[in-house]
C-alpha cells in the first residue's frame, strides 16, 4: 500500500485509519465523505502516517471537532485542499489552526459549518493568502468582516460561495470586489441585503466572472442588470447568471443580457415581471442560452353552479 497515492472511502473504521498511517505514507489524495464514523482519533492516527496529503474531503464526518482539526493540520501541513461540509461541530477555533498551520491552503469549504463566525474567518485569512476557493454557505453568522479580511489577505480569490449568508452587505463585496480581481464564480443566493451597487462593483472590477448567483436577492433591478452585461465581463466571460425569485427583475434585464453573447445558461423561476415574450425575444438573438423558468397557470374561469370552487393561479387543470 505504500505507493497508493489515492483513496476514496465509504466505510471507516479506527483500524483502517491506522493502516492507512502505517501503510500509505505517499498518500496524496484522500475521501472520507460520509463516513460517520471518522472521530478526531481517527484524524490523528492518518496525520501521523499521511503526511504527504494534499487533499481531504470529510464532508458530513460530523463528530469532528476542533481538536480533531489540530491533530490533522499538525501533522498535514502540505494540504491544499480541505473539504468540511457538514462538520457542524466545528467552531472558530478550528479555523485558527489551519489558519497555522496550513500555509499552503487554496481550496476549503466549510459549507453548513453554521458556528463559525467572523472571528474564525479573520484568523484563517491571515494565514491562508494563497486561497483560491471558499465555500462559506450557510454559515449565517457572517458580516461584512469576513468579506473584509478576504479582500485584505487573500487576492487570489477565484470562486467565492456565500449562500444564505443573510447579513453580508454591499460594503463588504464592494471591498472584495475592489481586491480580489480574480473572482470568476460567485454564489451569493439569499444574501438578502445587497443591491445594485454590488453588481456595478463587480461590473467594473471583476472581468473574469463566468458564474454567478443572485437568487432571492429581491433588491437587484434591471439596472443593476445592465451595469454587469455592459462590462467586461458581460461580453467576455459570463457563462451562467442565476436570478431565482429576484422579483424585480423585468423583460428590461433581458435586454441587456443580449450583451452576453457567451451567456449559456439563465435561471428564472419566479420573476413575476418577466414574461414568455421578452424570454423569446433575447432567444432569438442568443440561441444558444438555456432559460429556465416558471409561469403560473391561466386563472380557469369560474366553476359552473353547483361546485363553488375555482382553482388558484398555481394549480394544473388536468
Known amino acids: 500500500m505504500g505507493v497508493q497515492k489515492s483513496l476514496t472511502v465509504r466505510l471507516l473504521f479506527f ?69 468540511l461540509r457538514g462538520c457542524t461541530q466545528l467552531e472558530d477555533e478550528a479555523l485558527k489552526h489551519i489558519q497555522n498551520y496550513c500555509h499552503e491552503l487554496v481550496s476549503l469549504n466549510l459549507q453548513s459549518c453554521s458556528h463559525v463566525t467572523d472571528e474564525g474567518v479573520v484568523q484563517l485569512c491571515r494565514g491562508c493568502h494563497r486561497l483560491q476557493a471558499l465555500c ?25 460561495e456565500a449562500a444564505r449568508c443573510s447579513h453580508l452587505t454591499d460594503a463588504g463585496f464592494t471591498l472584495l470586489a475592489r481586491n480580489c480581481h480574480d473572482l470568476e464564480k460567485m454564489d451569493l443566493e439569499e444574501c438578502i441585503l445587497i443591491t445594485d451597487s454590488t453588481l456595478i462593483q463587480l461590473s467594473i472590477h471583476c472581468p473574469k466572472l463566468q458564474a454567478l448567483s443572485l437568487s432571492h436577492c429581491e433588491l437587484i433591478t434591471d439596472d443593476g442588470i445592465l451595469h454587469l452585461s455592459n462590462s467586461t465581463c458581460g461580453h467576455e466571460r459570463l457563462r451562467v447568471l442565476e436570478l431565482d425569485n429576484c422579483l424585480l427583475i423585468t423583460d428590461v434585464a433581458l435586454e441587456h443580457l443580449e450583451n452576453c453573447r457567451g451567456l449559456e445558461r439563465l435561471e428564472l423561476y419566479d420573476c413575476q415581471q418577466v414574461t414568455r415574450t421578452g424570454i423569446k425575444r ?9 432559460v429556465h423558468a416558471y409561469f403560473a397557470p391561466v386563472t380557469p374561469p369560474t366553476a359552473v353552479a353547483g361546485s363553488g370552487q375555482r382553482l388558484c393561479r398555481c394549480c394544473i387543470i388536468l
Open 282 to 290: 433575447m432567444r432569438a438573438q442568443l440561441p444558444h442560452v438555456k
Open 15 to 83: 483500524s483502517t485509519c491506522y493502516s492507512l498511517s502505517r501503510f500509505c505514507s505517499k498518500l496524496k489524495h484522500l475521501d472520507l465523505t460520509s463516513c460517520v464514523s471518522i472521530t478526531n482519533s481517527s484524524l490523528k492516527g492518518i496525520s501521523e502516517g499521511c503526511r504527504n496529503l494534499e487533499y481531504l474531503n470529510l464532508s458530513w464526518c460530523d463528530q469532528i471537532t476542533k481538536d480533531g482539526i489540530e491533530a490533522l493540520v499538525r501533522g498535514c501541513r502540505g494540504l491544499k485542499a480541505l473539504l
Open 136 to 160: 462559506l454557505s450557510g454559515c449565517g453568522n457572517l458580516t461584512d468582516a469576513s468579506l473584509t479580511a478576504l479582500g485584505l489577505n487573500c487576492p487570489r480569490l477565484q470562486i467565492l
